[in-house]
């Protein structure tokens, strides 16, 4: 069973009975986003009831390969699932996610040194001893 990913759908990976490596086959040629997607799989087992949030992630990284290709991973796995589709995107989608999450550190940020002032006044109205 091949599943579909990446950017527009265009990577693929499936199991080949023979060998029973995972391969990659990419026909991204019209696929935006394609040069900025971190290629890679998972590798997961055939038990039932196993959670395939736990298969084992393997990368290749940005570039790695072509925009029309078909690659032998030489890695056996019971199933050869997708990349997850919330992690490893392009890295634009990781770049907007890190802004994001510094913006709500700062949210934080400013509310504990808020609550930090607060604290230390009720400190300083009871007589300064902390208690």
Same mark, same amino acid.
């Given at each position: ?8 759908? /265009?990577? !693929? =990976? @499936?199991? &080949?009975?023979?060998?029973? =490596? /995972? $391969?990659?086959? +990419?026909?991204?040629? +019209? ?5 900025? @997607? &971190?290629?890679?799989f998972? /590798? ?7 959670? &395939?949030? !736990?298969?084992?992630? *393997? ?10 290709? +078909? @690659? #032998? =991973? %030489?890695i056996?796995? #019971? ?10 995107? +392009?890295?634009? #989608?990781?770049?907007?996610?890190v ?13 504990? #040194?808020?609550?930090?002032? !607060?604290?230390?006044?009720? $400190? %300083?109205?009871?007589?300064? *001893?902390?208690?």
């Open positions: 069973m091949a599943h579909r990913y990446g950017p527009q759908g /265009c990577v !693929k =990976t @499936f199991r &080949d009975e023979k060998s029973r =490596t /995972c $391969i990659m086959k +990419t026909d991204c040629s +019209t696929a935006a986003g394609f040069s900025e @997607f &971190d290629m890679g998972r /590798c997961g087992s055939a038990c039932v009831g196993c959670d &395939d949030s !736990k298969a084992v992630v *393997h990368l290749f990284g940005l570039g790695s390969f072509a925009v029309k290709e +078909t @690659f #032998d =991973t %030489q056996a796995c #019971d199933k050869c699932l997708p990349l997850e589709e919330n992690k490893h995107q +392009t890295v634009s #989608d990781l770049a907007s996610e802004v994001s999450l510094r913006q709500n550190l700062a949210e934080v940020s400013s509310s504990m #040194d808020g609550l930090q002032k !607060k604290v230390l006044s009720a $400190i %300083q109205l009871r007589g300064g *001893h902390g208690q």
